[in-house]
């Protein structure tokens, strides 16, 4: 019996801009970080941030736990962590997910690989170029919006959580700890002066310790 091969989507790809009309509901700000939400092992995963410095996909191990995933499931990492004082981050290991960006019923899922990280953060996941990459996703800060293609061609809007950014910002001045990201090679000059870029745009990720929940719906958010 032949099978016939399913043609790929040929949907063309939209184009990405902000026009004003994506001010109306954004609230006075001065430089808020990038927050949002997706959705990921059934569960809606909020206080995620968007750092387009970052070359890694982070989640944080709180987060793993509250998820209920297993440890079985991660997969060896060769790179480290190192913390903003002489303490080294735990690298669990790192595995794929497959993650949801909705905007009311648009939506647009991907594999996404984490590196799951035992630190502290005011973050659930941190979301790099390598995500934003493969989503096609374009973010604007002034605009509090991130953009990206459906997989019929449509534009899906994801507003930024304003209230979520400045609570994880209060909650980051109540620590000294975080951790910044370091290739899994040997670091020339160029090298250390982008690890130290990273660790000055991800320090606002530290300081919030999660708790871990009870069993719940797959409904339920975190």
């Not at 303490?87 to 794929?96: I, L």
């Not at 293609?149 to 700890?177: H, M, W």
Request: aromatic share 6%; charged share 25%.
């Amino acid at each position: 019996m032949a099978v016939e091969a399913r043609e790929p989507d040929q949907s063309p790809e939209p184009d990405l801009y902000f026009t004003k009309a994506d001010l109306q509901d954004v609230i006075l700000h001065d430089n808020d970080l990038v927050v949002i939400l997706v959705v990921t092992v059934g569960r809606r995963v909020h206080r995620v941030l968007v750092d387009q410095g970052s070359s890694e996909d982070v989640m944080f191990w709180s987060t793993f736990n509250k998820l209920q995933l297993s440890p079985d499931q991660l997969r060896p990492y060769n790179g480290f962590l190192y913390g903003f004082t002489e303490n080294q981050a735990e690298v669990r290991g790192h595995m794929e997910l497959r993650t949801t960006f909705i905007d009311g019923a648009t939506s647009q899922t991907v594999n996404i690989r984490y590196l799951v990280v035992n630190a502290p953060s005011a973050y659930n996941i941190l979301l790099g170029r390598p995500a934003l990459n493969r989503i096609g996703a374009v973010a604007s800060t002034r605009h509090m919006k991130i953009k990206l293609p459906s997989l019929e061609g449509a534009v899906i809007t994801i507003k930024f959580d304003q209230k979520a950014t400045k609570k994880c910002y209060e909650n980051s001045l109540n620590t000294k700890r975080g951790v910044c990201l370091v290739p899994n090679h040997p670091q020339d000059g160029e090298g250390v002066a982008r690890a130290e870029m990273a660790r000055e745009r991800i320090q606002a990720c530290r300081g919030w310790k999660g708790r871990s929940g009870e069993r719940s719906s797959n409904s339920a958010s975190l």
